[in-house]
Structure formats: C-alpha cells, structure tokens
C-alpha cells in the first residue's frame, strides 16, 4: 500500500491492550469532531463522533473524550486487535464549516 | 464499503498534463467533497459541490477544477501537473449542504506525475 504520513507519530501496543490515541485541534469554537481510521490502501472510514455538547461517547470498542477546557479528544480502543493498526486521524466541524484534520498517529499492534 | 466509488484507483502521468478524477457518492448524498493527501501535508480540504452548485472552497489550485453533474457524480480535473501533485486524491460524500455531517470516503485515486 502507499505510504501515508512517513513521519507520523506512532504508537505501539501489545495485542489485548487498550489503546489511547489523542489528538489537539485548534479552534475553541469547533462544534463537531470526527475519528477516522485509515487502513493502508484505503480512504479514512468513520469510526465514531462527538458533539461538544458531550465529553464522552461509547461505541463498540471504542471511546471518545473530549476536553473543551484544554482542547483535546482521545480516541480509546479497548482490546487492540492486529485488525486495529492503521493511522487514526481527528477531524473538528465548526458550525457547518469545512473540516479540518489532524496529522495523523500510526497505531501499530504487536503480537 | 463507504458506498463511495473513485475511478480509476492509479493514474500516472507526466508533467504538463491534464488528468479527470471521478467520484461517485453514496445512494441519496447530494454533497461531494475533494480532498488531497499528500505526505507532509495531509489530508487537505480542495472543494465541496452541493446538488451540483459549488459550496465551498479549500486549498484549491487555480489549475485544479472540479464539478458534479446531475446524476450526482463529480469530477475533479488536474491540469499543467506539476510533481507535487502527487498525492493521494479523495471524494467524500454526506447528505446534506452542510460541511459538519459525517463524511464518508472512498477508497482514493492515487496520482503519481512523472
């Protein structure tokens, strides 16, 4: 597959473990955040999403925080899977207006 | 699978050339968006038509264009390709005009120029 974001921060988890991925976005006034999951080969696919309405959202496996005080999402994913690795990018919404994303983080699972 | 098709999946060509990307978005999204992502910037925003109006415009080079059509598809077109134009290409779609719906992607074009 093609090498995307050679220089990405990564981490590195065992098999079984949970994962914590964070992310800093930049505006205080965004509204809507989005975690993506990008497989090599593939285009970014929707993983879970939060309003700042919120703090904390549960999917299947997975958990988003957000801290609007310091400007931080996390993206937590319990059991890590070999399946999980792939880069893991946040995007912010606000108001309607275009998104924005982060770099990216590598999350690559050992056995 | 988003739902979202993006032909072709490789395209190489030379410098000075002019290329045509395709998209077609998921069944009932009227909003098309373009992205580049390239190896030291990203995924950067390029455009968004809306039911075959331009909404929105990102980081988009005068060279570059796009358009959707009736049926919904859309096409982005690359001209005068420089090398840093190479990069990966994605179409997002959602249903609505506006910019904060979920997105869903397809699985890229990815150009390389010669």
């Known amino acids: 597959g093609e090498n995307v974001g050679l220089h990405l921060p990564t981490l590195s988890v065992q098999e079984g473990d949970n994962s914590i991925i964070n992310c800093a976005y930049s505006?205080?006034?965004?509204?809507?955040f989005i975690w993506y999951k990008q497989e090599s080969g593939k285009g970014p696919q929707f993983i879970i999403d939060i309003r700042s309405n919120m703090d904390k959202r549960q999917g299947q496996r997975v958990t988003v925080l957000l801290n609007k005080t310091v400007k931080h999402l996390s993206l937590q994913i319990a059991a890590t899977q070999p399946g999980d690795s792939a880069v893991y990018f946040c995007?912010?919404?606000?108001?309607?207006?275009?998104?924005?994303f982060g770099p990216g983080t590598r999350l690559s699972v050992l056995p | 699978d988003s739902g979202v098709t993006q032909t072709p999946k490789h395209l190489i060509t030379a410098t000075g050339q002019r290329v045509t990307l395709r998209c077609s978005p998921r069944?009932?999204?009227?909003?098309v968006y373009w992205y580049q992502q390239s190896l030291d910037q990203g995924l950067q925003f390029l455009i968004q038509?809306?039911?075959?109006?331009?909404?929105a415009k990102g980081n988009i080079l005068e060279r570059f264009s796009a358009q959707q059509f009736p049926d919904l598809h859309s096409e982005l077109n690359l001209s005068s390709l420089e090398l840093g134009d190479s990069a990966l290409y994605f179409c997002?779609?959602?249903?609505?005009?506006?910019?904060?719906?979920?997105?869903?992607f397809g699985p890229g074009t990815r150009l390389l120029v010669l």
């Open positions: 038509y809306y039911n075959g109006e331009e909404r």
């Open positions: 997002a779609s959602s249903p609505g005009l506006s910019g904060g719906e979920t997105q869903y």
């Open positions: 069944s009932g999204d009227l909003s």
């Open positions: 505006n205080s006034a965004s509204d809507y």
């Open positions: 995007a912010e919404n606000n108001y309607g207006q275009n998104f924005v």
